[in-house]
């Protein structure tokens, strides 16, 4: 059972541009969460998404940065306009639904390293 | 609110030494925790959790951790230290009704021959 899948591992962006960050949640889960890892600092949640409902995004920045997790396919975590300081880790982390007994355990990804030059 | 505070960010072992790694939580609702691991350049590993079930929770690679609500803190123990205990570990805590996560700063732990 292959585990939770992002890509591209690692992302080299110039301020102004584009990043879109993806991630396949494990076969089975229906939950997928983004945190972010800057340097120096810990993680933080960023958002919260169900199959085409964003649930939780209290973590998110304001402007520039949008989620989503379409009916088929990845889920993708979008930076428009990156400046410096989007510079970081992105980890995806993906869990069980609300019926399952394991349902708090959230599986991470191996993370994108997002590098704004 | 909830928080997490991990005391010491760095720790340095001896391998076959004991590993404590201190994680306090702060919630105003029965709290989920955790443990993570990251190894350089990877993603997090779950190592174990605390569910309301047994105070004393036992996870992988050796390690356990226990609940304790009246001094409100979650700490990981290992016996005796491996080399391959060289990481970073990350408490967690969750109390809302899907889990979203508050990580601690982590603790870098570092082992010595």
């Known amino acids: 059972n292959a585990g939770v899948m992002q890509n591209p591992r690692h992302l080299v962006r110039r301020r102004g541009q584009e990043a879109r960050l993806r991630c396949s949640p494990m076969?089975?889960?229906?939950?997928v969460y983004w945190y972010r890892q800057l340097p120096e600092e810990g993680l933080k949640f960023m958002v919260y998404?169900?199959?085409?409902?964003?649930?939780?995004e209290s973590g998110m920045p304001k402007e520039r940065f949008s989620a989503e997790f379409p009916k088929e396919g990845p889920s993708i975590l979008r930076i428009q306009q990156v400046v410096r300081g989007d510079s970081a880790a992105y980890f995806c982390a993906s869990s069980l639904t609300w019926t399952s007994g394991r349902r708090y355990e959230q599986y991470f990804g191996p993370g994108t390293r997002l590098t704004v030059t | 609110a909830q928080s997490v505070t991990q005391l010491g960010s760095h720790v340095s072992v001896s391998e076959g030494a004991l590993v404590l790694l201190r994680c306090n939580y702060s919630?105003?609702?029965?709290?989920?925790l955790f443990w993570y691991v990251q190894y350089p350049n990877q993603g997090l590993q779950l190592l174990l959790k605390?569910?309301?079930?047994?105070?004393l929770v036992k996870g992988i690679n050796g390690f356990e951790a226990e609940f304790k609500k009246s001094e409100t803190s979650f700490h990981l123990t290992k016996p005796s230290a491996h080399m391959s205990d060289a990481a970073e570990y990350f408490c967690a805590v969750s109390t809302n009704s899907w889990g979203k996560l508050q990580f601690g700063a982590g603790t870098q732990v570092v082992v010595t021959p």
């Open positions: 998404l169900q199959k085409e409902n964003i649930i939780d």
């Open positions: 076969k089975g889960h229906s939950h």
């Open positions: 919630s105003s609702v029965p709290p989920y």
């Open positions: 605390y569910t309301s079930a047994a105070t």
